[in-house]
């Protein structure tokens, strides 16, 4: 019987790194299950790598489990991958391994992953401010928008009002000429109760 386990590691920004350990599956090499979740900070996402690592961690003299916190000098590596994080996709991928030498596995062996890639921690408060500046900075766009279309209505009304104003001045003046014309002609004497008109 083998026993399988399987090992991730990780540069989280670059220089630091993080190891990840499955439980170990006894006696199923060809399709062993973890159905397992690790979460970890990824700081630098341009330079992070995630390496897969598929192990036999049974020991190669005694054909025993290792016990937890032994020395692992003798775990037999079967076959591996790593990623850059940049490559990575949501969701459900297929994740194909290579031997020891980065060539392909006769076998094709592939793990089945499941990732996700979620704001983390005081970045998640950054997001979430920034998300709230941009809303703030979209509601004040809008109403600098509104008051911009306000004040061109009322400009447009000032100047319908004003055209309007302009042309009744020139219709009272148009009359006033009128007016001047017509009492140029004709002049009005009264004398006692009656009143006679003559023409100039």
């Not at 031997?99 to 997001?127: A, D, R, W």
């Not at 302009?166 to 007016?179: I, Q, V, W």
């Not at 001047?180 to 109760?193: D, P, Q």
Request: hydrophobic share 35%.
């Amino acid at each position: 019987k083998r026993q399988y386990q399987r090992r991730v590691h990780g540069r989280i920004d670059g220089s630091a790194e993080i190891n990840l350990q499955t439980k170990t599956i006894a006696a199923n090499g060809f399709a062993p299950k973890w159905d397992q979740m690790f979460e970890f900070p990824l700081l630098a996402k341009e330079t992070a790598i995630v390496s897969f690592l598929v192990y036999d961690n049974e020991d190669m003299d005694t054909g025993e489990t290792k016990q937890k916190g032994a020395k692992k000098e003798k775990d037999l590596f079967i076959c591996g991958a790593s990623i850059p994080v940049t490559c990575l996709r949501k969701g459900y991928r297929v994740v194909f391994l290579r031997n020891h030498m980065g060539e392909p596995v006769m076998e094709m062996p592939t793990l089945l992953c499941h990732f996700s890639l979620e704001p983390y921690g005081k970045v998640q408060t950054l997001i979430d401010e920034l998300k709230l500046l941009e809303e703030v900075n979209a509601a004040m766009v809008r109403t600098k928008k509104e008051l911009n279309n306000q004040v061109a209505s009322k400009k447009d009304q000032l100047r319908k009002v004003v055209l309007k104003t302009n042309e009744l001045r020139k219709e009272a003046t148009a009359a006033e000429e009128e007016l001047a014309t017509i009492k140029g002609k004709y002049c009005y004497l009264n004398t006692g109760m009656e009143q006679y008109c003559l023409v100039s």
